[in-house]
Every structure is written in C-alpha cells, then in structure tokens.
C-alpha cells in the first residue's frame, strides 16, 4: 500500500489497532515494512538520500524539488538536514544573520535592552521562522516562509 493511501486508512481509522500484553489499549499501529526505511549509522543521509536521490546533479531542476519534501518536527532536525543538504551543493557558502533588536515606545527603554540583550535575541528558534544564523550558496534551493515585517527590510551580510 502506497504511503498516502496508508496514512489516509489510519486518519479514517481503517488501521487495525496494536495491543500489547502490558498495555491493553489499542492505541498503537503497526507500519508496514515497506514505508520504513533501513537502519543505517547516518540517519539524515539515509533519509535525504532516499528523498532526494542524486540531489548533488538535480538540486537545479524545480520540478524534482517541488514533488518532495522532508518535514521534521522541530528546527533543530530542520537546521541539520539543511546542512546536510547545503554540503551536498558545489560552492562555498555564505552566511547571513538576522537583524534582532527589541522596538519599544516604553520609557526605559534602557532596562528592557538589559533584560533582553540581543545575545539572548538570537539565540531563539521558533517553528515557522528562520534561525538567526543561515547558510546559503549560489543555487541552493531556499523558502521564503513570509516577511514578518515587510515595512522594515534589510539583510546584514558577513562573508
């Protein structure tokens, strides 16, 4: 059974359920040999190289990228397949970082630097949005997800 037919039985709930003997619930699956992947030493390679077969001679054609995907549950795993990803591609990268800073209309302004340094700023990661440090090269394939502040556009560029 293909993979989306599969995941379509189990949102209708056509999936048997799993019991086992310390757990009577059946609130487990089985998943089929045939949608797993091999265990393999690298994880992020086995999965990008099953996605993505020959990235290093396809990464330019726009067709093989939009018919694939690896979605991840969080940025951690994200920044790790992208740079995996990224090493696959011929040229040297260069980094880009976000432009952090607090806006404020408060009265002290001075306080609230001290207690959100920008140092602290940068070091968030929230889901939906890109980490302050990024690495690209020419050609990488990228995602604008969306400009959380169109009317304040600026790039600061560190080679």
Known sequence: MPFTEWTLAVGNG???G???PSNQST????I???????SS???IHTITSTVYPDFAQRF?????????SIITPTNANVTEINSHMLALIPGMPRTYFSGDSLHTDASDPDR???EYPTEFLNSL????CPEHQIDLKVFAPIMLLRNLNPSLVFVMVHA
């Open 32 to 38: 089929p040999e045939s949608l797993l992947l091999p």
């Open 27 to 30: 609130d487990w699956i089985e």
């Open 60 to 68: 330019h054609n726009v067709s093989y990228l939009t018919e694939r």
């Open 18 to 20: 799993k019991s086992f």
């Open 14 to 16: 056509n999936v048997p």
């Open 125 to 128: 990661s929230f889901n939906g």
């Open 41 to 43: 030493g690298n994880p």
């Open 112 to 114: 609230l630097e001290a």
